[in-house]
T-cell receptor, first 112, second 112 residues
Framework: DGGITQSPKYLFRKEGQNVTLSCEQNLNHDAMYWYRQDPGQGLRLIYYSQIVNDFQKGDIAEGYSVSREKKESFPLTVTSAQKNPTAFYLC???????????FGQGTRLTVV | GEDVEQSLFLSVREGDSSVINCTYT??????LYWYKQEPGAGLQLLTY?????DMKQDQRLTVLLNKKDKHLSLRIADTQTGDSAIYFC????????????FGQGTELSVKP
C-alpha cells in the first residue's frame, strides 16, 4: 500500500542526547514536511523540502536538523540544543503543487 | 503575515449540526483545508476549497468561504459520536512551495 510511515511511534530521550525520527513515503511525492504539535498550539512547521538535496527552515527550526538524500526519506534529528523537545512530531508529503498533503501517524518524543 | 485562528472547543449533541469557524490572514492563499485528528494519530484530510469558490459540499460536510472577511467554516450535519476529534483549519499561501499554515485546532465533543 502507498503511504507515509513514521517510526518509531514513541521515543524516549535522555537530556543531552540527539535523536533521529524517521519519515519514509512511497507516494513519489516531491515535497516533504516536518511539523511539531503541542497542546493548544496547533502545528508548527520545523523544516520542509521541495526537492532532493534541498530543504528550507520553517518557523521553529532552531535545535533541529534534516537531510533529504533520497526522494522517499526525510529524517529529522532533534539535537541537544532544542530546549523543550517533548512533543508530538508529524511528517507530511505532497506533490509540489497538489492540493493534498498526506500525514504520517506521528512520533511522540519524551525527554526523560 | 500568516496567521490562522480557531476557537479551541465546541460541544454538540448527537444528531445536531456542528459549525467550526476559522479566520485567516493571507489573502494570497490558494487553497484552504480542513483536517481531522483523532487521539494519538496523524491528520486526515476531510475536505478543501479553492480560493475562488464560495461553497463546497461533500456528503455531511459543507465548507463556506467568505474571502472578503477571510472566514472559513466547516459544517458537519447530523453529527455522530465518531466525529469527536480535533479539527484543524489550514491555509496554503501562494508561492511558498506547498507549506501549510495551521490553526490551533478545535476540539469537537459530541455528547449522546
Amino acid at each position: 500500500d502507498g503511504g507515509i510511515t513514521q517510526s518509531p511511534k514513541y521515543l524516549f530521550r535522555k537530556e543531552g542526547q540527539n535523536v533521529t525520527l524517521s519519515c519514509e513515503q512511497n507516494l513519489n511525492h516531491d515535497a516533504m514536511y516536518w511539523y511539531r504539535q503541542d497542546p493548544g498550539q496547533g502545528l508548527r512547521l520545523i523544516y520542509y523540502s521541495q526537492i532532493v538535496n534541498d530543504f528550507q527552515k520553517g518557523d521553529i527550526a532552531e535545535g533541529y536538523s534534516v537531510s533529504r538524500e533520497k526522494k522517499e526519506s526525510f529524517p529529522l534529528t532533534v539535537t541537544s540544543a532544542q530546549k523543550n523537545p517533548t512533543a508530538f512530531y508529524l511528517c507530511a508529503s505532497s506533490l509540489l503543487y497538489n492540493t493534498e498533503a498526506f500525514f504520517g501517524q506521528g512520533t511522540r518524543l519524551t525527554v526523560v | 503575515g500568516e496567521d490562522v485562528e480557531q476557537s479551541l472547543f465546541l460541544s454538540v449533541r448527537e444528531g445536531d449540526s456542528s459549525v467550526i469557524n476559522c479566520t485567516y490572514t493571507d489573502s494570497s492563499s490558494t487553497y484552504l483545508y480542513w483536517y481531522k485528528q483523532e487521539p494519538g494519530a496523524g491528520l486526515q484530510l476531510l475536505t478543501y476549497i479553492f480560493s475562488n469558490m464560495d461553497m463546497k459540499q461533500d456528503q455531511r460536510l459543507t465548507v463556506l468561504l467568505n474571502k472578503k472577511d477571510k472566514h472559513l467554516s466547516l459544517r458537519i450535519a447530523d453529527t455522530q459520536t465518531g466525529d469527536s476529534a480535533i479539527y484543524f483549519c489550514a491555509e496554503r499561501p501562494g508561492n511558498q512551495g506547498g507549506k501549510l499554515i495551521f490553526g490551533q485546532g478545535t476540539e469537537l465533543s459530541v455528547k449522546p
